[in-house]
């Protein structure tokens, strides 16, 4: 349980760290959160609990893959922001284009023999 503990409060500082570096500095803020301290974290973590080095290559597969439909919302966000959509809207309509774009990687890697 307190592995778990540990788990949960290290990914959450990270993100509280992005927040608040990210509310006095956009850009530095911004550099933080594009690392992929989540994903190797993620990693160390499946490592410990498995040890299989097969696990952790298919993680990081698959998160290569998984990364890419959600790139457009970064581009679409400040877009819209900037046009006049409101921040709430904006976010929803494109967590849902995301999680379309999902679907579609997902369905077109299949049709090409790759599986996630």
Do not use: N, Q
């Amino acid at each position: 349980m307190l592995y778990l503990v540990i788990k949960a409060g290290l990914s959450g500082i990270i993100v509280m760290l992005v927040s608040e570096v990210a509310r006095k500095f956009p850009g530095f803020g911004a550099l933080i959160a594009s690392l992929p301290l989540i994903s190797v974290l993620g990693m160390i973590w499946l490592w410990r609990d498995t040890a299989d080095t097969d696990r952790v290559a298919v993680h990081a597969f698959a998160t290569f893959w998984y990364v890419l439909p959600s790139l457009p919302m970064f581009l679409l966000l400040p877009l819209l922001l900037k046009r006049g959509v409101g921040f709430w809207p904006s976010l929803i309509g494109l967590c849902l284009l995301t999680s379309l774009l999902y679907l579609v990687m997902t369905g077109l890697l299949g049709r090409a023999g790759i599986r996630l």
